[in-house]
């Protein structure tokens, strides 16, 4: 089939490597794509939000499947647009995307169907706000309703933290919930209407700092599978959250369709939600696509067409270590000289996705906050880690930085 990948970073790179490589995927299109994915993919210059723009690419290009990477065109509507067309696409139409675009829409969600998740109360002002907060204990997390790219989040250790986030925030739909302890570990299920099935756990480490200190980014490394999510405990998180999820999607009339993905707390009492996402993460994606086994473009489909089924996946582990530009997560540096991609992947069991570049003539360049998503696989998390490390240490980007810790608390309990 003719397959049309919509995305532009180190989660979409990952993606259409994978994709290629499927026996079912006889040409591969992205939109925009970058410099990394056109090694796999004829890239097109189009905005994936364009929903207009991405139907005449399809039909001009008789595309038979869409994969979506990111939120935004889903949100957006694409995914209602492309299948009002008789396009299959994986990842659900606007109204499931809700489960990513509303927080409070989720905690209603969880509520209504006794699934776990911290207590909460939404507020719309930010008087409402200061009323509530006397009801919750101290941590207490704020969060702005809406997609906020995991920016509209402040976990309050004191009071007064708290009034400053509702404060800062202003007027405008909020959700206020229960600080929960424990470890995170992050579940990706594939969906389809009342159905689904696992497909991979994974860690991310969300600060940029060492330590998992400093501000929050989109992700700065990550490592699969996450053991801390045991199998009886990843089944628990299947039967008490995600499939709860699905029924209720297609019980309302508006099924979810695509990979669902669980931020998980595993707290004292088992798997509680923190929120879901509704696409692949970035860089969990990075790291779960090199052990994927099979016909990956098929799975993707028959999820998609009614026609799901469990994957397969090694037993290697992997770890991606995300190579960002300095300045991240603020302002980065842009246009820094990339090179010794080439010797990296020369190494055993390391591909480097492009998350944020450009071709500058015939100069790879760095165009983003995240650059360069370095992963490797390896028998155990220690030797997959030596391998990423290796990997990043073969590429010169003089304007990068990485975090040196990836995996660290996995590695502590296995060390
Ligand atoms: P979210 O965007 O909802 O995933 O929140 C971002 C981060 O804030 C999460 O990855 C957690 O580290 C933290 N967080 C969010 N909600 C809670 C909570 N109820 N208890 C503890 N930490 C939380
Ligand atoms: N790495 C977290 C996310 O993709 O939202």
């Not at 969880?110 to 706000?129: D, H, L, M």
């Not at 080439?342 to 100069?363: C, I, K, M, P, Y």
């Amino acid at each position: 089939m003719t397959i049309l990948l919509l995305g532009s970073g180190g989660r979409e790179d990952a993606l259409a490597w994978r994709l290629a490589q499927s026996p079912s995927c006889q040409r591969l299109i992205a939109a925009p794509g970058n410099p990394g994915i056109a090694r796999w993919a004829q890239c097109v210059a189009l905005d994936p939000c364009d929903v207009v723009g991405v139907v005449a690419l399809a039909r001009a290009e008789a595309v038979d499947f869409v994969v979506v990477g990111p939120e935004a065109p889903l949100v957006a509507g694409v995914g209602d647009a492309l299948r009002a067309a008789g396009i299959a696409v994986f990842g659900p139409n606007a109204d499931a995307a809700q489960l990513e675009g509303s927080k409070g829409f989720t905690k209603d969600l969880c509520a209504a169907n006794a699934i776990p998740t911290a207590g909460y109360v939404r507020v719309a002002t930010v008087a409402e706000a200061m009323a509530a907060l006397d009801t919750f204990s101290i941590p207490v997390v704020i969060k702005a309703d809406g997609l906020a790219a995991g920016k509209g989040v402040t976990v309050a250790m004191t009071r007064n933290e708290a009034v400053d986030a509702i404060t800062r925030a202003g007027d405008g739909a909020m959700v206020i919930e229960q600080f929960m302890e424990g470890e995170e570990a992050s579940l990706f299920a594939l969906v389809d209407g009342p159905h689904a099935v696992a497909f991979a756990s994974a860690q991310d480490h969300k600060r940029v700092g060492e330590g998992d200190t400093g501000p929050n980014t989109g992700g700065m490394g990550a490592y699969s599978p996450a053991p801390v999510l045991t199998a009886a405990l990843e089944r628990r998180a299947m039967d008490e959250i995600i499939l709860p999820t699905a029924r209720a999607m297609a019980a309302a009339g508006t099924p979810f369709s695509g990979v669902l993905f669980a931020g998980l707390m595993l707290t004292r009492d088992g798997p509680s939600l923190i929120e879901y996402n509704v696409r692949f993460g970035d860089p969990e994606c990075e790291a779960i696509m090199p052990r994927v086994e099979g016909d990956f473009a098929a799975l993707l489909y028959g999820a998609a067409t009614g026609a799901l089924s469990a994957p397969v996946l090694s037993d290697d582990t992997t770890m991606t270590v995300v190579i960002a530009a300095s300045g991240y997560p603020g302002t980065p540096i842009a246009g820094g000289t990339i090179r010794g991609i080439d010797s990296a992947e020369q190494l055993g069991g390391v591909s480097v996705f492009h998350a944020g570049t450009r071709l500058d003539e015939h100069r790879l360049v760095a165009s983003g906050g995240r650059v360069l998503a370095v992963t490797a696989k390896g028998s155990s998390l220690a030797d997959a880690h030596a391998r990423a490390y290796a990997g990043v240490a073969a590429i010169d980007f003089a304007d990068g930085f990485h975090r040196r810790d990836i995996g660290w608390r996995e590695l502590e309990r296995v060390s």
